[in-house]
């Protein structure tokens, strides 16, 4: 026998002036405790359990931040609601971090509910399940109603206009759809921005080229006058080494052999720093290193509350330090710590006052490393949406930034000073009226882990998506006609840039220049 049951757990209160109430969209909704007392326990209501408990905890954690009005579609006409940034990828995280199914609904009284969904052994509930999976389709893991950023506040304005201009003017019909296009104007004008805000500072820019993973694109960052570039994968560093980049800094610990003796031949030809956050981590370094007759330089990673990679503790940190300071060919650097958890806090004061107490215990680390006579020449951190916060702490030497140089519809709002420079170039297969359009883009080609993708240039709710299709409510006044090719901002551009072997520079809504994605995963 199969069934489900559902928990909920209040998430914010749209309007304060209201309380209590059940999600509208999936009719009754039972608490955990309630379900769970008319079924036989099993080792997975353990587990269910205490995963609930921890989306409370990160629930109670998040109540700081603003988390913008009610996330995710929960209406049975497919009605979206737009979720806000924060709150629709903090459903996205949880829901792939505990491999569940987190549903998000608005109930009657415009409380924002998340929910969790599992299955077990039990009676008919299936069919219940997916009634209500069905129900909330539309904000299912990746949320499917269009984000706030997506759609300019206000009137009669559409989103992401010259994008809609390029799609529509841009006159390459050998090239099949869905491609990438780059408007080159708006790239270099982020490029330019982000560098001119560094300037000369103290605190240099170190632009992550995990975004495009483009060597040309890394050059013409360093060309505005960055530090270095940061890469997150072996194959980005050796697309960057064959670019002719020559200072990289690795902000990841990797551990697989192979990707190592990568890491390390390229060191014959670039300066390379890495991180690390374990003993054994450093050891694997110091042996590619070794082997490979190169240094590595090595900044030891610090979780500063993302829980990703990182040690835990400044005596921790210290030690590493020390070790890796003793390893041959691995000189200790510095240290890294990355504020990923917070990138997404909507509202700009509470994301930079969370950053600032995040990178906190980094002073003190800084002073204990001094002490213990090690020289910090880095500490690296930072992204698109923290620059300005990153800039601004006092120790910090080499921020991360990655984003501001494409923008998409997820960092729109977090960073509306850059403009987004990508998009996807797909044609409408269907088009009624009354009835979703439908566009030859899918999830194979368009990413959706971030941030559901937005059509540019018409007033449209994103509807569904599957594996090469994605569906779009448009409002008029003009609905897409079949055949008509259209621009799609993703959600997430760097994951969506990694889909694609070459990128389509464009200039003045005409084709200047293809640009190769080179330092994409080269074994896979
Ligand atoms: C280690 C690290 N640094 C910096 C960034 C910042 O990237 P972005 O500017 O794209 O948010 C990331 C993003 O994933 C990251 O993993």
């Not at 998409?408 to 979703?436: C, K, N, Q, W």
Request: aromatic share 6%; hydrophobic share 40%.
């Amino acid at each position: 026998m199969s069934g489900c049951y559902r928990a909920y757990v209040r998430l914010a209160r749209a309007d304060p002036s209201q309380s209590g109430g059940t999600p509208t969209s999936v009719g009754r909704c039972p608490t955990l405790s309630d379900e769970a007392a008319r079924r036989p326990r099993s080792p997975n209501d353990l587990a269910t359990d205490r995963g609930l408990r921890r989306v409370c905890g990160k629930l109670t954690r998040l109540r700081g931040a603003r988390l913008g009005p009610p996330v995710g579609s929960s209406d049975r006409d497919h009605r979206s609601v737009a979720p806000s940034p924060a709150s629709s990828s903090f459903a996205r995280k949880a829901s792939s971090a505990w491999r569940k199914d987190l549903l998000i609904a608005r109930s009657s009284d415009n409380l924002i509910w998340l929910g969790w969904a599992g299955n077990y052994d039990h009676g008919t509930g299936r069919s219940e399940m997916r009634q209500g999976l069905d129900d909330l389709s539309a904000s299912r893991m990746a949320p499917t109603s269009q984000g706030e950023g997506a759609v300019p506040a206000g009137g009669d304005r559409v989103p992401f206009p010259g994008l809609a201009r390029l799609a529509s003017e841009l006159e390459l019909p050998e090239l099949p759809t869905p491609f990438l296009v780059v408007d080159l104007d708006v790239m270099e004008r982020n490029i330019e921005r982000m560098a001119a805000y560094f300037g000369t500072s103290r605190s240099r820019l170190r632009p992550h080229m995990k975004h495009h993973k483009c060597s040309e694109i890394s050059r013409l960052q360093l060309k505005a006058g960055c530090a270095g570039i940061t890469c997150a994968t072996s194959d980005e560093i050796r697309a960057a080494v064959r670019g002719g980049i020559d200072d990289i800094l690795l902000a990841n610990v990797l551990t697989d052999r192979k990707r190592l003796a990568s890491v390390a031949d390229s060191a014959r030809d670039a300066k390379v720093t890495i991180a690390s956050d374990s003993a054994h981590a450093a050891q694997l370094a110091s042996a590619a290193a070794t082997d490979h007759h190169v240094h590595l330089g090595v900044v030891v990673e610090v979780d500063i509350g993302m829980h990703r990679s990182g040690v835990s503790t400044a005596d921790e940190a210290v030690e590493l330090a020390q070790y890796i300071a003793s390893l041959p060919g691995l000189s200790f650097r510095g240290i890294m710590a990355y504020e990923g958890g917070l990138v997404e806090i909507e509202d700009r004061a509470a994301r930079s006052a969370a950053v600032h107490a995040a990178f906190e215990p980094i002073g003190d680390l800084l002073e204990q490393l001094k002490r213990a006579g090690l020289d910090v020449e880095m500490v690296t951190g930072g992204a698109a949406s923290t620059y300005d916060v990153a800039y601004g702490l006092p120790y910090l030497t080499d921020v991360q930034a990655g984003s501001y140089v494409f923008m998409d519809a997820a960092y729109a709002t977090l960073v509306p000073e850059f403009e987004v420079a990508l998009a996807a170039i797909a044609t409408v297969a269907t088009s009624r009226p009354g009835r979703p359009v439908v566009l030859d883009v899918g999830s194979k080609r368009i990413s959706t882990d971030w941030g559901i993708p937005v059509l540019a240039g018409f007033h449209a709710r994103h509807y569904a998506n599957s594996e090469e299709h994605n569906r779009f409510m448009v409002e008029g006044p003009r609905m897409p006609e079949v055949g008509e090719r259209v621009a799609v901002v993703p959600g997430h551009s760097s994951s969506t840039v990694s889909l694609y072997q070459h990128l389509v520079g464009c200039r003045n809504n005409r084709f200047e220049r293809i640009l190769k994605v080179d330092g994409r995963d080269a074994i896979a």
